[in-house]
């Protein structure tokens, strides 16, 4: 596609529950991102991906917190046993950026996340 | 680690002043420091950028200065218009991690017609 898409858009579940999110980049885009955004906060930072390897992971908040990206491409960000302060936008972000150099990052639209 | 800090939180101006935001940042290796746009239930989009070689850049209604030594950047919209309400996020390039940003807490920019 011509841009990052990100599904679910919006996603409801209880606490306890386990929630995937899936991140699709621009084509030939080698690094991945996701990142969290609060109302009324900046995004932050929670992992970076070059390629199928996570890069850095130092963001996420705890070991509920999973992502994977197998063929380099797509990537799902893996959230276990829910908890109502994991409600936030979560924004996939992807670049052409390679070698560590930073660069123009476009985001998708995020995945709502609401834990009742 | 880096730190952003931005300021302010809110601004609001009549259509065709200036609005100007301010960041800070911690890190003094850090190099490159992007501002990103972000309307209503949108995705952010970069707007403009700078690397820390250079200490003014320009495009049209925008421009960024950067101060190296004092650690501050700073976001210019001249002839402001309502289409530039949004909220604008400042970040900044850890020098030892150059390929994250780091974000400050945003600034929700009102410009009344």
């Known amino acids: 596609g011509a841009g990052v898409s990100q599904t679910p858009s919006n996603k409801v579940t209880e606490k306890g529950k386990y929630v995937e999110l899936r991140c699709d980049p621009i084509?030939?885009?080698?690094?991945l991102y996701w990142y969290r955004q609060s109302l009324g906060q900046g995004p932050e930072f929670l992992i970076y991906?070059?390629?199928?390897?996570?890069?850095?992971d130092s963001g996420l908040p705890n070991d509920r917190f999973f992502a994977v990206r197998p063929e380099g491409s797509v990537s799902t960000l893996k959230i276990q046993r829910t908890e109502r302060g994991d409600s936030a936008m979560y924004l996939c972000?992807?670049?052409?950026?390679?070698?560590?150099?930073?660069?123009?990052?476009?985001f998708g639209e995020g995945s709502r996340l609401t834990v009742l | 680690g880096e730190n952003v800090e931005q300021h302010p939180s809110t601004l609001s101006v009549q259509e065709g002043d200036s609005a100007v935001i301010k960041c800070t940042y911690s890190d003094s290796a850090s190099n490159y420091f992007p501002w990103y746009k972000q309307e209503l239930g949108k995705r952010p989009q970069l707007i403009i950028d700078?690397?820390?070689?250079?200490g003014e850049k320009k495009d049209q209604r925008i421009a960024v200065t950067l101060n190296k030594t004092a650690k501050h950047f700073s976001l210019h919209i001249t002839e402001t218009q309502p289409e530039d309400s949004a909220v604008y996020f400042c970040?900044?390039?850890?020098?030892?991690?150059?390929?994250?940003?780091?974000f400050g807490s945003g600034t929700r920019l009102l410009v009344r017609p």
């Open positions: 084509s030939g885009h080698t690094a």
């Open positions: 700078i690397r820390s070689n250079v």
């Open positions: 970040a900044a390039s850890p020098g030892d991690s150059s390929y994250k940003l780091i």
């Open positions: 991906f070059q390629g199928t390897g996570a890069a850095d």
């Open positions: 972000a992807s670049s052409l950026q390679t070698g560590g150099i930073s660069g123009e990052l476009f």
